[in-house]
């Protein structure tokens, strides 16, 4: 079974920077596109950044400058680096991703558990 653990939320001042992780375990033959959205306390999902397979990126315009998308393909790790954190960035942060195990030619979407970022001002 393909899970993607989140990791690396938590609280920092306004300014600060954080380094999310979400790491892919399992059989896994590739991981496709990856979507990190957040969820803030009384508002909808966003979409924060995305990496297709190929590296190419796409980002919020709230974010873009101060975040940054990448994969490690050899780790099946996905990352998202957070700089110049500001209050409105506090959320719930979550990891998606479409993953081909290797025991199946089929490609399965998959969410992160998410983790709490919490920027104070």
């Known amino acids: 079974q393909v899970q993607l653990v989140e990791s690396g939320g938590g609280l920092v001042q306004a300014g600060g920077s954080l380094r999310l992780s979400c790491a892919a375990s399992g059989r896994i033959f590739s991981i496709n596109g990856v979507v990190w959205y957040r969820q803030a306390p009384g508002k909808q999902r966003e979409l924060v950044a995305a990496?297709?397979?190929?590296?190419?990126?796409v980002y919020a315009d709230s974010v873009k400058g101060r975040f940054t998308v990448s994969r490690d393909n050899t780790k099946n790790t996905l990352y998202l680096q957070m700089n110049g954190l500001k209050p409105e960035d506090t959320a719930v942060y979550y990891c998606n991703a479409d993953i081909r195990p290797s025991t199946s030619p089929a490609t399965f979407n998959s969410w992160g558990q998410g983790t709490q970022v919490t920027v104070s001002s």
């Open positions: 990496i297709t397979s190929g590296g190419s990126t």
